[in-house]
């Protein structure tokens, strides 16, 4: 069973630059979410996609986007890149069980530093 | 709305000597919760939940957590820690309804010296 990658590893921009992050899924999840963590924070929730729908979204500008495609991997995409948007973005997939709960297992993580 | 405390944001321990990292939470509406580990540059990996039940939960790596609903507290402990348990520790809440979204605290770093 693969687990959740993301690519790329790290990456460098400058401030006003557009970036995009991929991740895809476990096998068998069909659902995505999105976090930030800036250094030294806790994660932050961006917002979760499901079965290729916007599903919940925390408080971060409309200019952090996002697509998830028919095999379920996901696309997340800054515009307009802030010297605030350094940070690592962790992706995490989970697929519900029927229950109230569906455990959420993450990535690796992209590192964006934002000069 | 939820929101997460770690009241320390660095642990440094000596090894084999026991560790409790305290997590208090807030939150409106019932939540779950859950203590993860991110080892250095890496992702979040689970450690334990509490989902319902029994108040005392016991997770990998020797760790367990207890739920206490009267002092909206989930403090982790570990009897004795190892070198290997050096990394980043964070406790989250996520309601029973919704996106089902995890709040995070801000993390404590635990250290182990020899």
């Known amino acids: ?115 | 709305a939820q929101s997460v405390t770690q009241l320390d944001s660095q642990v440094p321990v000596f090894e084999e000597a026991p560790v409790e990292l305290r997590c208090n939470y807030s939150s409106s509406v019932s939540v779950y919760l859950f203590w993860y580990v991110q080892y250095p540059n890496q992702g979040l990996q689970l450690l334990l939940k509490y989902l319902s039940g029994s108040t005392l939960v016991k997770g990998i790596n020797g760790f367990e957590a207890e739920f206490n609903k009267s002092q909206t507290s989930f403090h982790l402990r570990k009897p004795s820690v190892h070198i290997s348990d050096t990394a980043e520790y964070f406790c989250a809440v996520s309601a029973f309804e919704g996106a089902q979204k995890l709040v995070f605290g801000q993390g404590t770093r635990l250290t182990i010296n020899p």
Do not use: M
């Open chain 1, 1 to 115: 069973e693969t687990g959740v990658t993301q690519s790329p590893t790290h990456l460098i921009k400058t401030r006003g630059q557009q970036v995009t992050l991929r991740c895809s899924s476990q096998s068998g999840h069909n659902t995505v979410s999105w976090y930030q963590q800036a250094l030294g924070q806790g994660p932050q929730f961006i917002f979760q996609y499901y079965r290729e729908e916007e599903n919940g979204r925390g408080n971060f500008p409309p200019r952090f986007s996002g697509l998830q495609f028919p095999n379920y991997s996901s696309e997340l995409n800054v515009n307009a890149l802030e010297l605030d948007d350094s940070a690592l973005y962790l992706c995490a997939s989970s697929s519900p069980t029927g229950s109230s709960y569906n455990e959420q297992f993450f990535g690796p993580g992209t590192r964006l530093t934002v000069l």
